[in-house]
């Protein structure tokens, strides 16, 4: 069993940046490959980063490439997802995810999700 919880997000200016974390429980976190999601009112979630359980694999969504960047730290039981030069079209509620096994664009197949946290990006 995983837990998970979000944290970091906030109201920001466009081209600001935000590190979200999300912290996990369970000791066996390391072994999971964790995504960042996001969501936004009367849209599905859909998928922004994911890393892999030993941090050697990552996959970024197009729209963020360039400007977001995941990380982990394992020993911590820590994702971190680093937000550069925010648009006003990154204002959703993030969430991270965590499943065994390789990481995916689809969050049907995650098996362990946090509340969110919500980012603003004012223009």
């Known amino acids: 069993q995983v837990q998970l919880v979000e944290s970091g997000g906030g109201l920001v200016q466009a081209g600001g940046s935000l590190r979200l974390s999300c912290a996990a429980s369970?000791?066996?976190?390391?072994?999971?490959?964790v995504g960042w999601f996001r969501q936004t009112p009367g849209k599905e979630r859909r998928f922004v980063a994911a890393?892999?359980?030993?941090?050697?694999?990552?996959k970024y969504a197009d729209s963020v490439k360039g400007r977001f960047t995941i990380s982990r730290d394992n020993a911590k039981n820590l994702v971190y997802l680093q937000m550069n030069r925010l648009e006003p079209e990154d204002t959703a509620i993030y969430y991270c995810?965590?499943?065994?096994?390789?990481?995916?664009?689809?969050?049907?197949?995650?098996?362990?999700w946090g509340q969110g946290t919500q980012v603003t990006v004012s223009s």
């Open positions: 890393i892999s359980w030993s941090g050697g694999n990552l």
């Open positions: 995810a965590a499943k065994v096994g390789p990481y995916s664009d689809y969050p049907s197949v995650y098996d362990y």
């Open positions: 369970g000791r066996t976190f390391s072994t999971y490959d």
